[in-house]
């Protein structure tokens, strides 16, 4: 997708109120119903620190995108003049890597969707518009490597989900810990990465974002 420069920066705005929506709408909303099935199933887990343990989870995965986020700054620092292709190419697959495991994880969902109706249309909108976003950001910034390799890898990453999701039966706290693990994650990666700073964002592009999606993810 081409845009003008009013046109970008709108539809960065725009991507951003999306993510944000599906963050806060969707992703912490199911972390705190995993939470409740995993006291119900596991019975240690009252009466003590533990009984917030997929938050515990949730966290781990915020610290963990810092940490990694930190670590390749410093990478650039020291090493940026001398192999600025080698750190390029690592910070590229962990991000590819990142969001295939996360697209693995929204195929294994689908299996747990039996009946065809209003709910699973709403769920194809409102991932569609989720992932185009998620698309456009990538390769935005990693160009060629993004058209040649990732985006294959994502579109196998789904149907790979889905393969795991017919032939095994996690249980359902489990899933959903792997889902709070990538909540904390998106919640610092659109905070610190998404959301375009004052001068390049767009406010009415944002709101309608936000507003759009909010829709579409509380009605699922």
Avoid: C
């Avoid at 995993?34 to 199933?41: G, K, M, S």
């Amino acid at each position: 997708m081409k845009f003008k420069r009013i046109g970008l920066r709108r539809f960065i705005s725009f991507a951003a109120g999306v993510e944000i929506a599906y963050v806060f709408v969707n992703l912490w909303p199911q972390v705190a119903q995993t939470q409740e099935i995993a006291e119900q199933e596991i019975h240690w887990l009252e009466g003590h620190a533990m009984q917030y343990a997929i938050y515990i989870v949730a966290l781990s995965g915020l610290v963990f995108i810092y940490t990694f986020d930190r670590l390749i700054a410093r990478a650039y620092e020291v090493e940026d003049l001398q192999a600025p292709n080698v750190i390029e190419s690592a910070l590229f697959w962990a991000d590819i890597g990142f969001f295939s495991n996360y697209n693995m994880m929204m195929g294994y969902l689908l299996t747990y969707t039996e009946n065809v109706d209003t709910s699973l249309l709403i769920f194809f909108l409102a991932f569609s518009l989720h992932f185009i976003t998620n698309d456009w950001s990538l390769r935005f910034h990693h160009e060629e490597a993004y058209d040649h390799y990732g985006r294959y890898f994502l579109s196998f990453s789904i149907f790979i989900g889905f393969v795991i999701g017919q032939w095994t039966d996690f249980p359902e706290y489990f899933i959903g810990s792997v889902e709070a693990f990538v909540t904390g994650a998106m919640t610092l990666n659109v905070v610190k990465h998404e959301l375009p700073s004052e001068r390049e964002g767009d406010l009415e592009g944002f709101l309608v974002g936000v507003v759009s999606a909010s829709l579409l993810f509380a009605l699922i």
